[in-house]
Nanobody, 119 residues
């Protein structure tokens, strides 16, 4: 099982950029679909983006498509989320998660990293 650890969060002004990183330890990283989720205060956790095991396929929430880019480096066991043109509504705790091959749900979760966008 992979164990994600997020980093790269912080405070940024609206219109700015941040890149989140996720270091995923574990011998089977290449067999995991990886994703980013976020949870804003008082709201449920929501899907942000996911990337296939090879990195050849990605998917995004409508709210971030065109502004965020997910990528992965299987050799380094890393997942990234490049966030551009940030908005105040992007403020949330961002979580990196893994979904094992054949599984229905993401079952390996990091502790999260706070992203705060000031307007």
């Amino acid at each position: 099982q992979v164990q994600p650890v997020e980093s790269g969060g912080g405070l940024v002004q609206a219109g700015g950029s941040l890149r989140l990183s996720c270091a995923a330890s574990g011998r089977t990283f290449n067999s995991y679909v990886m994703g980013w989720f976020r949870q804003a205060p008082g709201k449920e956790r929501e899907f942000v983006a996911r990337i296939s095991r090879s990195g050849g396929s990605t998917a995004y929430a409508d709210s971030v498509r065109g502004r965020f880019t997910i990528s992965r480096d299987n050799a380094k066991k890393m997942v990234y989320l490049q966030m551009n043109n940030l908005r105040s509504e992007d403020t949330a705790v961002y979580y990196c998660a893994g979904r094992q091959q054949g599984a229905d749900d993401f079952d390996s979760w990091g502790q999260g990293t706070q992203v705060t966008v000031s307007s």
